[in-house]
């Protein structure tokens, strides 16, 4: 039998309500130690979807610490699978922390990170790609990232996965009949059959790979890098993308030093923005080192906001900057061509004709300019991270592991593919296929092994 678990559920700062989960066969018998319904009947005695108020006992003598209220779960019908109880009381740090105690103290172990979630797993209550969800539900900063990760949540993933692995179980099973049996009158599936199917579920796998990239970009969000040289308003840049005045914005060239970072939503995208010092030939050893990493981050960059003053013609050091930045070839660029409030003086046909994506704006302009930049900004970038059209309620990848298992069920099928094209016999096709499968049970998590489980876990916090 499993050790029932207790985890503080909130977290951890001071708060209204804080929740302690305890899950287990015996998660009735500590939290009746720990709590008396002001009922007079034990929590053991509730059912399922019931709450109890009550005092919680677990002051110094074991007397009475707070009230609070008790939610009954009975198994199997709880998040874990298992039976549970939450105890809410006052959201106090020491209150909180004396309730898990009493409940370490009467028979209760501490949970680890992911636990309940990783019981509600093992107990079939969700597959492992649902589980991985919930991680990415609570991480979610933006619109569309919760979108995601809530219908990754719903199953939208595991639901597609699971047909394609229907389809191919039957393939499978037929196959096996077929080598088994020869002689005997299996229903036949003919080799087009075959290849029409593993084709067909190559295609969605393929197009799920595909879409994984710009998933990431929406869960994870973009590094940012914001450059330029001295004094054209890229930290005055920063600060309007982050609505607060988080980078020193003066009139004096070489302000910024340091690399200031702020993540940002800009409509649907999360930006990991990095202001950085303005590029120039400097004496200056600080001013120096500043330069030196602004260029190190374009490197490292998956985005880059090219920021150009239009009230003054194009420099050298501007050119410096554009002969940088076309080094890399395959980093998305927006040039910003800032303070369109003054007279312009720039050539932008040229700025143009380098960048093909381009904005005009004013970052230190009136409340109007400010807010259509950011609508400026926000459009460009959408469509040159290819955001529309994507549904982020469709099934998608969302992780590494899920990524490198789908790919691994692809290949494996481009090799059923191949084998029936070469016209090798059944039982090699069944081999490459087989080996499809269980990549696709290794995505769903029904065949998994406990160091991927392990490794899925980890990353959840303490309590859920
Ligand atoms: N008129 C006008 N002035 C602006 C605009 N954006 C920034 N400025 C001004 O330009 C000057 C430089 O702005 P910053 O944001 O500090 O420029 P920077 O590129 O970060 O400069 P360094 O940190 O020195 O590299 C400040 O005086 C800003 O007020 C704008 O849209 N219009
Ligand atoms: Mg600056």
Redesign the pocket.
Known sequence: MKETIAAIATPQAAGGISVIRISGSDAFVVADSVFRPVSGRKLAEYKGYTAAYGHILCGNDGGELDDGVATVFRAPHSYTGENVVEISCHGGLLITRKVLRACLDNGARLAGPGEFTRRAFLNGKMSLTQAEAVADLISAGSERSLRAAHSAMDGALYRKIRLITESLLAVSSHLAAYIDYPEEDVDELTVQDIDRICRDSLGQLRQLLANFERGRLIREGVDTVII?K???????LMNLLSGCAR?I???I????RDVVEETVNLGDVVLRLADT??IRETDNPVEKIGVDIALSRLETAGLVLA?FDLSEPLSEEDRKIIGRIREMPRLPVVAVL??T??PAVLDTEEIIGIFPHSVQL????SMEEQEQAIETLNQVIGGMLMLDGFDPSAASLANERQRSAAAQAADCLQEVVQTIEAGYTLDAVDVALESALSALFELSGEKVSDTVIDQVFEKFCVGK
């Open positions: 330029g001295p004094n054209v308003g890229k930290s005055t980078s914005v003066t009139n060239p070489g302000t910024t010092a303005g920021v800032n303070k409030d003054l004013s970052a230190g302009g």
